[in-house]
Each structure stands twice: as structure tokens, then as C-alpha cells.
């Protein structure tokens, strides 16, 4: 069975830093495309990065470039999300995500495999 697991959120100030983790079981995600998406209260679930397997290739959303940083661990099985400068506006559950298409993570969409979520709470 496929597990996305996420930890690391929690309420933090704003301008602090929180990295949030994700691993996963069940299979290897050789060649696939892993991200984290995020739902604030009341909003759709967006899209906030991607990463290649390979490493070679990330993607940010704009609200987020300059200060997340998404990076994987092959021989953990593990995808991160390091988050700088966290603003009131980052609070949302954050997902990650994994799917065969890199391509389908970045527009947005829905991945294969998906997390239950961790809470990522900034206060002003």
C-alpha cells in the first residue's frame, strides 16, 4: 500500500522558518514528479512546487519563489519543503503529492498519490 506521510507543520511568527517532510512507502518513486500543494480555509487546494525525481528540474508558484525551497532524499524516500520568511498568507495544510507527469503537478492538477496533510499556521 502507498503512503505519503507529512510532518513538520506547526503555528510559528511570521518571518519564521518551518521545513515540512514527506515520506513515502510502498513503492519507489523513481521517475516520478513529487510537490506540495496547500489548502487555505475556504480556498481550493494550490499548487506551491514540484521537483523532478532527477532533482534537475523544480517549480515554484510565484507567491512562494525566493523563499520555499523543495528538495527530495532518494535514498530516504523523502521529499521536503524548506519554508523562509513564512508569511500570515502561507497558512494552509500542506500536501504532498507524487504523479508520473511532471507537467500535471505544475498546472495544478490533481497527482496519483497524494498525503493526508500537516497544518502550517504563521500568526502576524
Known amino acids: 500500500q502507498v503512503q505519503l506521510v507529512e510532518s513538520g507543520g506547526a503555528l510559528v511568527q511570521a518571518g519564521s522558518s518551518l521545513r515540512l517532510s514527506c515520506v513515502a512507502s510502498?513503492?519507489?518513486?523513481?521517475?516520478?514528479?513529487l510537490g506540495w500543494f496547500r489548502q487555505a480555509p475556504g480556498k481550493e487546494r494550490e499548487f506551491v512546487a514540484a521537483?523532478?525525481?532527477?532533482?534537475?528540474?523544480?517549480y515554484y508558484t510565484d507567491s512562494v519563489k525566493g523563499r520555499f525551497a523543495i528538495s527530495r532524499d532518494i535514498a530516504k524516500n523523502t521529499l521536503y519543503l524548506q519554508m523562509n520568511s513564512l508569511k500570515p498568507e502561507d497558512t494552509a495544510v500542506y500536501y504532498c503529492?507524487?504523479?508520473?507527469?511532471?507537467?500535471?503537478?505544475?498546472?495544478?492538477?490533481?497527482?496519483?498519490?497524494w498525503g493526508q496533510g500537516t497544518q502550517v499556521t504563521v500568526s502576524s
Open positions: 510502498g513503492r519507489t518513486f523513481s521517475g516520478y514528479a
Open positions: 503529492t507524487a504523479d508520473r507527469s511532471f507537467s500535471t503537478l505544475v498546472a495544478g492538477r490533481r497527482g496519483d498519490y
Open positions: 521537483i523532478r525525481w532527477s532533482g534537475s528540474t523544480t
